[in-house]
Structures are given as structure tokens and as C-alpha cells.
């Protein structure tokens, strides 16, 4: 069946190292790789997303990588603050049929970054 | 723009009653998901609507349903409550037509806790 694994469960940095999270999925025919923040008691946001076609994306210091063949992809967050301590999703879409994709979430990284 | 809303916010309920949860999606989106998220979990995908239809369907009895009216907005109800149902309930909405990839936006959920 479709599954996402991630890897850590828990991460704990110290402000201004880099943290990095990774995920794997069952389906191969996946071809869309969001990442969710959520916040204690919030809903979860959107931080980055990949699409199958690319095998890197960044957006300040934040950066996803893909590798299609192996089935994993991962996020890099660089230069850490106290703020970025949350709980991080990484998720997997199959293909359906236009853009009425459901989401595969992993199980989750609680990231804390030690001030 | 309000986002992705959903109510109540929070609902204690006693097994075996019913009970409906409401989303309305972001504006311009036309595609609502549910999910379930239990304590220290990813999400789990419930449904997805589209047009007024369910599109797509996770791993879960059929005391889920939903419904989707004309204006997008979305209904969850689940009857025979169990104390397993208890979850933090994710309303996700996106854009689809005319779409090939799209981000989605969740709402703050609603906690169900069932006694």
C-alpha cells in the first residue's frame, strides 16, 4: 500500500547548526513532495514543496531534495533558530487525475533547536 | 482572505452519537480533503470532494461520509462514535481545475474527543 516513513522521530540541534530530515515512500508513480511545519496546537503549513521533475528546490534556508530512484527525499534547514522548532511533515502525492491529489504524511519530526 | 476555516473547534461527544464537521476552503479553492491526525501522528487521508462528489477515499469505514455543497464548502460526519475516533479532524482545500499540481491549505481542525 502507499506509505511515507520518515526518519528522525525526534532532532534536537543547537541554534545555527543544520537539521535534516528524510523521508521514503512506497509509491514510485508519486510525483508531488510537500513539507508541513505544524506548530503546537496549529495547522499544519506548507514550508516547501518539490515536484518529480526537479531534484532540488530551495527557498532561503530551507532546501528539499529529491531522488526518484531511490525513493527518498529530504529537507535541509540551515543556519537554525529557536523558531523553527515544530513538528515537520513530509508527505507523498500519487498521481490521481489532475490536480485532486490526496496527501501520504509521514509520521512526523519533532525538531527542537536548543537557544 | 480567511483561509481555510473549520467549527466547531473543539467537540466532546459520548459513543455511538454522530457528529458533523463543517470546512469552508480557502477562496478561489474548489477542493476539500479530510484527515484525521491523532496524537503524535501524520495525518491520515479520509476523502477528498470535488464537484460535489467524493473523489477519492482512504483506509475508513463507511460511518465517514461527507458532503460537498455548490459554494465548496464541505461537511464530515461520522455516526457510531468509538473512542478511537478521538483525532484532531484537518480540512485541507486546493485548487484543482485547470490545475495539474496544487498546494494545500489546511485549516486549525477540529479536536474531537469521544467519552
Known amino acids: 500500500g502507499e506509505n511515507v516513513e520518515q526518519h528522525p522521530s525526534t532532532l534536537s540541534v543547537q541554534e545555527g547548526d543544520s537539521a535534516v530530515i528524510k523521508c521514503t515512500y512506497s509509491?514510485?508513480?508519486?510525483?508531488?513532495f510537500p513539507w508541513y511545519k505544524q506548530e503546537l496546537g496549529k495547522r499544519p503549513q506548507l514550508i516547501i514543496d518539490i515536484r518529480s521533475n526537479v531534484g532540488e528546490k530551495k527557498d532561503q534556508r530551507i532546501a528539499v531534495t529529491l531522488n526518484k530512484t531511490a525513493k527518498h527525499f529530504s529537507l535541509h534547514i540551515t543556519e537554525t533558530q529557536p523558531e523553527d522548532s515544530a513538528v515537520y511533515f513530509c508527505a507523498a502525492s500519487p498521481p490521481y487525475g489532475g490536480a485532486t491529489n490526496k496527501l501520504i504524511f509521514g509520521t512526523g519530526t519533532l525538531l527542537a533547536v536548543q537557544p | 482572505d480567511a483561509g481555510v476555516t473549520q467549527s466547531p473547534t473543539h467537540l466532546i461527544k459520548t459513543r455511538g452519537q454522530q457528529v458533523t464537521l463543517r470546512c469552508s476552503p480557502k477562496?478561489?479553492?474548489?477542493?476539500v480533503s479530510w484527515y484525521q491526525q491523532a496524537l503524535g501522528q501524520g495525518p491520515q487521508f479520509i476523502f477528498q470532494y470535488y464537484e460535489e462528489e467524493e473523489r477519492q477515499r482512504g483506509n475508513f469505514p463507511d460511518r465517514f461520509s461527507g458532503h460537498q455543497f455548490p459554494n465548496y464548502s464541505s461537511e464530515l460526519n461520522v455516526n457510531a462514535l468509538l473512542l478511537g475516533d478521538s483525532a484532531l479532524y484537518l480540512c485541507a482545500s486546493s485548487l484543482a481545475r485547470g490545475q495539474r499540481y496544487t498546494e494545500a491549505f489546511f485549516g486549525q481542525g477540529t479536536r474531537l474527543t469521544v467519552v
Open positions: 477562496s478561489g479553492h474548489d477542493t
Open positions: 509509491d514510485s508513480a508519486s510525483n508531488y
